[in-house]
């Protein structure tokens, strides 16, 4: 059983950037590969990002490819999601999950979920 604790949503202007956090329970994080997800209001879950057990494999959405860094920090038991460049249609609640296995982009793939962290982005 995994437990997470999204943080760092919040308000901000278009062009500025939030560092989002997710904490992670229990004593086997480095066995989980991790993921963010975004989902905006009347639209469906997307995924944003994801990176392997180890962080070496990490792959991201199109829509937000060389703006967003997804990191690790296993000693720590927790993953990142820098956020820069923002959008108002990056404006969404986001999700931290973990898997399992192999990383995914599939948010089928993973076994559990935080309770999201909204951010807000303003034109």
């Known amino acids: 059983q995994v437990q997470l604790v999204e943080s760092g949503g919040g308000l901000v202007q278009a062009g500025g950037s939030l560092r989002l956090s997710c904490a992670a329970s229990?004593?086997?994080?480095?066995?989980?590969?991790m993921g963010w997800f975004r989902q905006a209001p009347e639209k469906e879950r997307e995924f944003v990002a994801a990176i392997s057990r180890s962080g070496i494999s990490i792959y991201y959405a199109d829509s937000v490819k060389g703006r967003f860094t997804i990191s690790r920090d296993n000693a720590k038991n927790t993953v990142y999601l820098q956020m820069n460049s923002l959008k108002p249609e990056d404006a969404a609640v986001y999700y931290c999950a973990a898997e399992y296995g192999l990383v995914s982009s599939s948010a089928n793939q993973y076994n559990y979920w935080g309770q999201g962290t909204q951010v807000t982005v303003s034109s």
């Open positions: 229990g004593r086997t994080f480095s066995s989980y590969a």
